[in-house]
């Protein structure tokens, strides 16, 4: 299973399309601003999870669980939890959740690290930065990288 992560795409579809392209990944997972940029893409079969919103615009949404392959993902818009300063918040509600990964967006600066058995995953910014994720599960084991789009 191959997950590809995105956020703050901003106008930037065709980004999010060269990193689908790239990856073929089985779900796509949007985070953060401007993830209405995926409604004109041509997702075939993948699967589609889009977390929004920013405090300064009005959110229609900030958080999601998505259980994939029997893991469980806590997909969030990292504003609303303060992850510009830390992201200690984030991963109690995680814990709390039992996610076995945190993925969230907005702050544009990409972060990719265990904390113990939990993945905690910011892409950064597909449209400033053309970084996004890549979140695999292989044999009931969770991974995750950022990757820079060229």
Same mark, same amino acid.
């Given at each position: 299973?191959?997950?590809?992560?995105?956020?703050?795409?901003?106008?930037?579809?065709?980004?999010?399309? $060269?990193?689908?392209?790239?990856?073929?990944?089985?779900v796509l997972f949007h985070l953060g601003d401007g993830a209405d940029d /995926?409604?004109?893409?041509?997702?075939?079969?993948?699967?589609?999870?889009?977390?929004?919103?920013?405090?300064?615009? #009005?959110?229609?949404?900030?958080?999601?669980?998505?259980?994939?392959?029997?893991?469980?993902?806590?997909? /969030?818009?990292?504003?609303?939890?303060?992850?510009?300063?830390?992201?200690? %918040?984030?991963? $109690?509600?995680?814990?709390?959740?039992?996610?076995?990964?945190?993925?969230?967006?907005? %702050?544009? $600066?990409?972060?990719?690290?265990?904390? #113990?058995?939990?993945?905690?995953?910011?892409?950064?910014?597909i449209r400033f930065g053309g970084t996004y994720g890549v979140v695999t599960?292989?044999?009931?084991?969770?991974?995750?990288?950022?990757?820079?789009?060229?």
């Amino acid at each position: 299973m191959k997950i590809l992560v995105v956020s703050d795409s901003h106008g930037a579809a065709k980004r999010i399309e $060269e990193a689908l392209f790239i990856e073929k990944p089985d779900v796509l997972f949007h985070l953060g601003d401007g993830a209405d940029d /995926c409604d004109g893409l041509r997702l075939g079969n993948i699967s589609l999870y889009r977390v929004c919103g920013n405090n300064d615009f #009005g959110a229609y949404n900030y958080e999601e669980i998505a259980d994939i392959s029997g893991k469980r993902f806590f997909l /969030c818009h990292g504003h609303r939890y303060g992850v510009r300063y830390s992201y200690q %918040t984030l991963k $109690e509600r995680a814990e709390t959740l039992g996610a076995d990964a945190v993925l969230f967006g907005h %702050t544009h $600066e990409p972060l990719c690290a265990m904390e #113990g058995k939990t993945l905690i995953m910011n892409p950064g910014s597909i449209r400033f930065g053309g970084t996004y994720g890549v979140v695999t599960i292989e044999n009931g084991k969770i991974n995750g990288e950022n990757r820079l789009l060229r």
